[in-house]
């Protein structure tokens, strides 16, 4: 068998969608980028959203826009993609980073409210959705992750590259902090190529981001092209970026957006199939989903090889290549990578729980198109492997 780690399912409408934008003859943003932000706007619950060409854009107009700015420490957790870090260097502030719960992988409100304490002039949280999973969000009594923040006066930005469609509570990923960064890069649940979203429902903040998402200019390329009044006059009023998303790549969100739900519903029986399949394997832990499956993308399915299993993670890896099965590891921790283990000088041993994962994390593929007999196999080899 050939098991790809990850699969992209290109069945619904995306060729003829983007034969749309080609026959236009209008190829970057304009109306199918136009009707991408509304469906997804809807589909989420948010008032306002921006479409951009990743999610790493996304999270840096999402700092730029709160007003994150040199030496300003930021919340963020070690295991995560250098990107949730990354954008907060180009401004010159500082990630200050933090351990994760081992079960979920996600920071919980204990963990803030300690970094809190340590850090009382933190500006920022960015909070990472690790595989899909929504962390606490808000409790009854005021004591999830975004009550603490509110009480401290600590902006959120959401790290949702993962987390589409995703829930906590009845709600979707999307309305709960300031800013929600969304990514559709190829492997995730719904896919542009590259591409991200970032949703806001608050009006200034949205504002902002939309001017330097287009080189700090005021109006919109499209409009100025086809506006009847004074259709060549822009004006620049900061050093923006170039972050658009163009049409093609709207275009196959478009289509992928129509089959969200399936794509998820999908990626849980997967990991239904996992649970269920593994659950009395000793040597390793599964991934725990704390809130009902169904408020879960699937992104990820990370298992943690324990340290007494007899064989490492990465020969786990490499035997698993050679019965043809991909795997990928999320992720090698910030604190051990060298550029933020230099500038900040972190030691692993303050990040304990992290360790214990990345020493033993793999991710199992999870996709829509992954059949009965290849779970099968995935799960046979896997025994075959640890024992
Ligand atoms: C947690 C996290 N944040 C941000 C990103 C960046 O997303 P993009 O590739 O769309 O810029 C990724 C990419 O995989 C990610 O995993």
Not at 51 to 62: D, E, F, I
Not at 269 to 295: Q, S, V
């Amino acid at each position: 068998m050939n098991i790809p780690f990850s699969k992209v399912p290109l069945a619904g409408n995306e060729l003829s969608y983007v034969n749309e934008v080609l026959e236009s003859g209008w190829l970057t943003t304009a109306s199918k980028a136009l009707q991408f932000e509304k469906l997804f706007a809807d589909f989420v619950g948010a008032k306002y959203v921006c479409a951009v060409n990743s999610c790493t854009s996304a999270l840096h107009l999402a700092v730029e826009a709160i007003g994150i700015q040199k030496n300003d420490k930021v919340l963020v957790p070690s295991l995560t993609f250098t990107a949730s870090a990354e954008v907060l260097r180009y401004l010159g502030a500082d990630p200050i980073f933090t351990d994760v719960e081992y079960g979920t992988r996600l920071v919980t409100p204990a963990i803030i409210k300690s970094a809190i304490n340590s850090n009382p002039d933190v500006k920022a949280l960015m909070l990472v959705h690790y595989g899909g999973q929504a962390p606490v969000m808000t409790t009854p009594d005021g004591e999830g992750i975004v009550d603490i923040c509110r009480k401290n006066n600590i902006r959120i930005i959401e790290d949702a590259a993962h987390a589409f469609p995703t829930k906590f509570g009845n709600r979707f990923i999307g309305s709960f902090g300031d800013i929600t960064c969304f990514s559709f890069y190829a492997n995730k649940t719904i896919t542009t190529g590259e591409g991200g979203m970032l949703v806001t429902d608050d009006e200034a903040i949205f504002k902002r981001a939309k001017i330097m998402r287009l080189h700090g200019i005021n109006r919109d390329i499209w409009e100025r092209f086809t506006s009847h009044k004074s259709s060549w006059e822009y004006d620049v009023v900061a050093p923006g970026f170039k972050y658009n998303m163009p049409d093609v790549n709207a275009a196959i969100g478009l289509a992928q957006l129509e089959k969200a739900e399936y794509f998820r519903e999908q990626r849980q029986r997967c990991a239904t199939y996992y649970f269920e399949n593994l659950k009395d394997l000793p040597l390793i832990d599964l991934p725990i989903c704390f809130g009902p499956m169904e408020h879960h993308s699937w992104h990820l399915f990370a298992i943690t090889i324990k340290p007494n299993a007899p064989i490492s993670r990465n020969e786990f890896i490499e035997r698993m290549a050679t019965k043809g099965i991909g795997t990928s590891v999320h992720y090698k921790p910030l604190h051990r990578m060298t550029y933020y283990k230099d500038t900040y000088n972190l030691n692993p041993a303050d990040f304990p729980n992290t360790e214990r994962i990345w020493n033993g994390t793999v991710s199992l593929p999870v996709y829509p198109e992954l059949k009965e007999n290849e779970l099968e196999y995935i799960c046979q080899m896997i025994k075959e492997t640890l024992t």
